[in-house]
């Protein structure tokens, strides 16, 4: 009896998942382990931004505290207070605002255009200026600082915004992405355009960027997280605080006395919002366009 019901069992594993369900239990089980392993330091951090300073520490740890703390939010965001520390992550909060926002339209509009360049429009010597331009991919951004730091000292634009800002609106990825995206587009499409009367820019603008809204959408997200965590660039090229960006703002929380881990993680969790809401928004557009051209067909 036992085992017609076993077999009943696994036949109806066989109709709901095919043949080879067990092989697919057991990945679906190592995957949500693998998230779950992701997931816990960011349900620490949301448990700990709403527990007082001394029960952070606290072992075993709660995950779910018997109290809701939201007076370290109040403080962190608290900008009329007299403390440097509170003006000092809201101000680093508009600036990171305001760096990532434009290097991410910057970048998705210079990727697209170069994209589809490289893509579409036939001129000597494209194919060899591509792949120089993607080798400036194996050289590590370490190794470019000091360079950047000399060019920008000279133009006298070291602790400003635009030391972030005009490299970021620059992104080899994403112009091999979109490069990659216009290729897949059929060159019949572009040709009845131009047929039509349209210009290159016309073309480009109204036919051929409708087309690749996919791959641009995971694009801005992708720059989006780069810019937003940058930790490197702000810490060498914005010495005045007042510029400073969210990542570096952190670092107000920790002093010889000690981390403040329950504002830390207040912050951290205030940090986290706008990369939340663009993942949210664009996941659908992010999984598509970096699957563009995977499959032909």
């Given at each position: 009896?036992?085992?017609?019901?076993?077999?009943?069992?696994?036949?109806?594993?066989?109709?709901?998942?095919?043949?080879?369900?067990?092989?697919?239990?057991?990945?679906?089980?190592?995957?949500?382990?693998?998230?779950?392993?992701?997931?816990?330091?960011?349900?620490?951090?949301?448990?700990?931004?709403?527990?007082?300073?001394l029960?952070?520490?606290?072992?075993?740890?709660?995950?779910?505290?018997?109290?809701?703390?939201?007076?370290?939010?109040?403080?962190?965001?608290?900008?009329?207070?007299?403390?440097?520390?509170?003006?000092?992550?809201?101000?680093?909060?508009?600036?990171?605002?305001?760096?990532?926002?434009?290097?991410?339209?910057?970048?998705?509009l210079?990727?697209?255009?170069?994209?589809?360049?490289?893509?579409?429009?036939?001129?000597?010597?494209?194919?060899v200026?591509?792949?120089?331009?993607?080798?400036?991919?194996?050289?590590?951004?370490?190794i470019?600082?000091?360079?950047?730091?000399?060019?920008?000292?000279?133009?006298?634009?070291?602790?400003?915004?635009k030391?972030?800002?005009?490299?970021?609106?620059?992104?080899?990825?994403?112009?091999?992405?979109m490069?990659?995206?216009?290729?897949?587009?059929?060159?019949?499409?572009?040709?009845?355009?131009?047929?039509?009367?349209?210009?290159?820019?016309?073309?480009?603008?109204?036919?051929?960027?409708?087309?690749?809204?996919?791959?641009?959408?995971?694009l801005?997200?992708?720059?989006?997280?780069?810019?937003?965590?940058?930790?490197?660039?702000?810490?060498?090229?914005?010495?005045?605080?007042?510029?400073?960006?969210?990542?570096?703002?952190?670092?107000?929380?920790?002093?010889?006395?000690?981390?403040?881990?329950?504002?830390?993680?207040?912050?951290?969790?205030?940090?986290l919002?706008?990369?939340?809401?663009?993942?949210?928004?664009?996941?659908?557009?992010?999984?598509?366009?970096?699957?563009?051209?995977?499959?032909?067909?």
């Amino acid at each position: 009896m036992n085992r017609t019901k076993r077999t009943g069992f696994d036949t109806a594993l066989k109709r709901r998942f095919g043949r080879d369900y067990k092989a697919k239990i057991v990945f679906t089980v190592l995957i949500g382990a693998i998230a779950l392993t992701m997931t816990v330091p960011i349900l620490w951090m949301l448990s700990a931004s709403m527990k007082k300073a001394l029960d952070v520490t606290k072992l075993p740890i709660d995950w779910i505290p018997d109290y809701f703390y939201p007076d370290n939010y109040v403080e962190v965001w608290n900008i009329g207070g007299k403390a440097r520390r509170n003006y000092h992550f809201a101000l680093a909060y508009f600036n990171s605002l305001k760096v990532t926002l434009t290097c991410v339209a910057g970048a998705v509009l210079t990727s697209t255009m170069t994209g589809y360049a490289f893509a579409k429009i036939k001129f000597r010597g494209r194919n060899v200026l591509f792949l120089l331009y993607l080798a400036t991919m194996m050289i590590p951004s370490q190794i470019t600082i000091i360079p950047k730091f000399v060019i920008f000292d000279a133009l006298k634009l070291v602790g400003s915004h635009k030391t972030l800002i005009l490299p970021g609106i620059f992104s080899i990825t994403g112009t091999f992405l979109m490069r990659q995206c216009f290729m897949q587009i059929p060159d019949e499409i572009r040709e009845s355009a131009r047929v039509d009367g349209a210009s290159e820019f016309r073309t480009w603008l109204q036919v051929m960027v409708p087309m690749a809204k996919s791959s641009m959408a995971s694009l801005a997200i992708i720059i989006f997280l780069w810019t937003w965590n940058d930790y490197l660039n702000p810490l060498v090229f914005l010495p005045n605080w007042r510029l400073q960006t969210i990542p570096l703002a952190l670092n107000s929380f920790v002093s010889e006395a000690g981390t403040e881990y329950h504002l830390m993680m207040a912050a951290a969790s205030s940090a986290l919002i706008p990369m939340f809401v663009m993942f949210i928004i664009g996941q659908k557009q992010l999984i598509k366009g970096i699957t563009a051209g995977a499959v032909k067909g």
